[in-house]
């Protein structure tokens, strides 16, 4: 079964220094990676995928992402934090085993961002 | 375009009754898909459905069920409330076609379900 790890309840970082949000998976196959941040009271927002392609992926708000199949990552990464990124951050991976193709996403525990002044 | 919208937005019950939960999806999307969040276990997928049939389902009991109209709209159900299906329901559209592995999934607000 697929699986995704968040190693990391909570990060902590000061406005305008980089961040990263580490997550790292197992599945069988190739792997469709999601990275989700969730504000208070709000449902989830698509901040980034991986299919294939380009190691480095770029996303919503200026928020990217790390491919590296050697050590199973997908870390999130932002050159400079802002105050207004601090939210909840999943990281998903596509469930390949569905029947039929589908949508089935399994979801890593998520990540706690705080960015301070 | 309009994004997905679930009514209500916060939902009281008690312990035995049952509860409908409805999912407007983004327009043009087929596919639906339900999720549980809880503190305790996270984000659990509940179902998925396309073209008005189930196409997967997780791992809950047969108290939890779904359903998908014409139009795509879905309504998911809880029979027999338990204290622990105090939840956010969360529902969320994509495309739903045959590229569906590569569509991102685009959630709604969800429903806040407290059962006393």
């Known amino acids: 079964a697929q699986s995704v790890a968040q190693p990391e309840d909570q990060v902590n970082v000061a406005e305008g220094n980089p961040l990263t949000v580490k997550c790292t998976y197992s599945?069988?196959?190739?792997?469709?990676l999601f990275w989700y941040v969730q504000y208070p009271n709000r449902g989830l927002q698509f901040l980034l995928k991986?299919?294939?392609?380009?190691?480095l992926v770029k996303g919503s708000y200026g928020f990217e992402a790390e491919f590296n199949k050697s050590q199973t990552s997908f870390h999130l990464k932002k050159p400079s934090a802002l105050v207004s990124d601090s939210a909840l951050y999943f990281c998903?991976?596509?469930?390949?085993?569905?029947?039929?193709?589908?949508?089935?996403?399994?979801f890593g525990t998520g990540t706690q961002l705080k960015v301070e002044l | 375009k309009a994004g997905v919208t679930q009514t209500p937005r916060y939902l009281i019950k008690t312990r035995g009754q049952q509860v409908t939960l409805s999912c407007s999806p983004i327009?043009?999307?087929?596919?639906v898909s339900w999720y549980q969040q809880t503190p305790g276990q996270g984000l659990q997928f509940l179902f998925e459905?396309?073209?008005?049939?189930?196409?997967n389902k997780g791992n809950f009991p047969g108290r939890f069920s779904g359903r998908q109209f014409s139009n795509s709209r879905s309504e998911m159900n809880v029979s027999t409330l338990e204290l622990g299906d105090s939840a956010l329901y969360l529902c969320?559209?994509?495309?739903?076609?045959?590229?569906?592995?590569?569509?991102?999934?685009?959630f709604g607000p969800g429903t806040r379900l407290t059962v006393l």
């Open positions: 991986y299919i294939t392609g380009d190691n």
């Open positions: 327009s043009g999307h087929r596919s």
């Open positions: 459905y396309f073209s008005e049939t189930q196409r």
């Open positions: 969320a559209s994509s495309l739903g076609g045959p590229s569906s592995s590569y569509n991102e999934q685009f």
């Open positions: 599945v069988s196959g190739n792997p469709y």
């Open positions: 998903a991976v596509r469930d390949i085993l569905v029947t039929g193709g589908g949508n089935k996403l399994t």
